[in-house]
């Protein structure tokens, strides 16, 4: 079975969005303080999860894409904080 691991840094976290071949979203969403500990977790996480809730137990080829989302935060003269991307 192909998944593909979407890794997301956001507000200084690591999220895990994991995906089948077909698009299909397996349920594993994930998260770490770091990317590298991330991986990890979802290396072990992701076999147990589709052999628990599909019965799946052959070999998982895991594609990992990493995206990060960055915010400019600032405070506008007048005391409101807004963010950009």
């Known amino acids: 079975m192909v998944c593909r691991a979407k890794l997301i840094w956001d507000d200084g976290i690591w999220y895990s969005k ?3 071949e077909a698009g299909d979203n397996v349920g594993l969403t994930l998260e770490s303080g770091s990317f590298d500990a991330l991986v990890e977790r979802v290396k072990v996480a992701l ?3 589709l052999e628990l809730n599909f019965g799946y ?4 080829h895991l594609s990992i894409e990493a995206e990060r989302n960055d915010y400019l935060r600032a405070v506008t003269p007048d005391g409101r904080l807004y963010a950009t991307s």
Do not use: C, L, N
Request: aromatic share 0%.
């Open 18 to 20: 994991v995906h089948t």
């Open 57 to 60: 137990s052959g070999v998982i």
């Open 47 to 49: 076999p147990e999860m």
